[in-house]
């Protein structure tokens, strides 16, 4: 009896360990780390691979990114896959455009992705992506200006946006005609 009481008492510890740790997604103190970490990395530079990639602009936390990597997060973690292509069919650019990270109304609009899985917190998440080559080169491109990451059950989710506005003048040009608009894509997802 007593052994069964103390596999219990274990079993609820484990159990509770695990669900706090999922709950410190989307914490103040979760997205401070990471912008510390992603921002560190981003004012040094790094080597990414066999590309030196010079120091950037800090990046800035963004709440539509951020929902869009806890859905797919979300997602891989109950549906057991792990892709930047949702069991659905829907591509990283649709998700993040659903949860609001729209290119509308402005000049020029980028976005990538970094995918995890396995590593138990952020310090592990962030040396495996600034190991792998891709996902070193998004966490150090210029155009991104803004990230949003999430995790569940060891499913980690980090979205990466870039968005400029267009100057009054050329909200003007565009109201009178005299500037015409010209759609590219843009972006990368590793």
């Not at 530079?45 to 869009?68: F, H, I, Q, R, S």
């Amino acid at each position: 009896m007593k052994k069964l009481i103390v596999s219990c008492l274990f079993t609820v510890l484990c159990l509770t360990g695990i669900r706090a740790y999922s709950q410190a997604t989307g914490t103040p103190e979760f997205k401070h780390e990471f912008l510390k970490q992603i921002n560190h990395v981003r004012s040094t530079g790094c080597t990414c691979g066999t590309t030196y990639m010079p120091p950037a602009p800090p990046m800035v936390w963004n709440d539509n990114l951020e929902k869009a990597a806890t859905g797919h997060a979300w997602d891989m973690s109950n549906n057991n896959y792990f892709s930047h292509t949702s069991k659905d069919g829907r591509s990283m650019e649709d998700r993040i455009v659903f949860a609001g990270y729209i290119f509308n109304g402005f000049k020029s609009f980028a976005i990538g992705e970094n995918i995890a899985f396995g590593q138990t917190n952020i310090n592990q998440v962030m040396d495996g992506w600034i190991k792998s080559p891709g996902h070193c080169k998004n966490l150090l491109n210029p155009k991104f200006k803004e990230v949003g990451v999430a995790e569940n059950h060891s499913y980690w989710v980090q979205d990466f946006g870039g968005r400029e506005s267009f100057s009054p003048q050329q909200q003007s040009e565009l109201r009178s005609g005299k500037l015409k608009l010209i759609q590219t894509s843009g972006g990368s997802g590793h």
